[in-house]
């Protein structure tokens, strides 16, 4: 009865080794499968967003090499480096956000008790620029055209401006 009951142990330890090494085994290729699957799909994710970032950034001087060639003069003494242009002219045109009747270049004159102020520029080439204002309640955005003076002083002119409705 004691051979017969080591025999049955043996043989249940046996199996359930069997069974154990055939379930980790099989969750170790669910898990590998998985992880191949989510990295696919994160890798599909990313190559979708950077082809999105890629499309909104099309009209950008960062990529816009005949809009950076504009300011590549033969001269190195004149040629402005569109690296260091995009952030003055940026701040430039904030600047006059801290003009008591509003910034001069939203097109708009003021409406109610606040004024308006730019918040956001995109600078699209060597010529334009596109802004978004507000006065806190109503938002609008605005069209328009810099030049970069030989005294490398920045000018402005409003093309278009457009306030969005309530």
């Known amino acids: ?25 099989k969750e170790v290729t669910y898990e590998q499968n998985r992880y191949e699957k989510t990295t ?7 190559t979708s967003l950077t082809n999105q970032l890629t499309d909104a950034n099309y009209f950008s001087l960062e990529k816009n ?5 504009y300011f ?38 003021q409406i109610g008790a606040n004024k308006f102020i730019v918040n956001k520029v995109k600078i699209l080439n060597h010529r334009w620029i596109i802004a978004d204002y507000s006065d ?3 938002w609008g955005e605005v069209l328009l055209k810099y030049f970069v003076n030989d005294d490398q002083s920045i000018s402005f002119e409003v093309n278009q401006s457009l306030l969005y409705q309530k």
């Open 65 to 69: 090499e005949n809009a950076q060639n």
């Open 136 to 138: 806190g309640e109503i």
């Open 40 to 46: 696919k799909k994160l890798k599909d994710s990313i």
């Open 72 to 109: 590549d003069s033969g001269n190195s003494e004149k040629m402005i480096q569109y690296e260091k242009l995009i952030p003055y002219v940026t701040e430039k045109l904030l600047d006059y956000n801290a003009n008591p009747l509003g910034n001069p270049y939203v097109g708009q004159d």
């Open 1 to 25: 009865m004691k051979n017969s009951f080591l025999l049955y142990a043996l043989i249940l330890t046996v199996l359930l080794n069997i069974f154990t090494y055939m379930f980790y085994s």
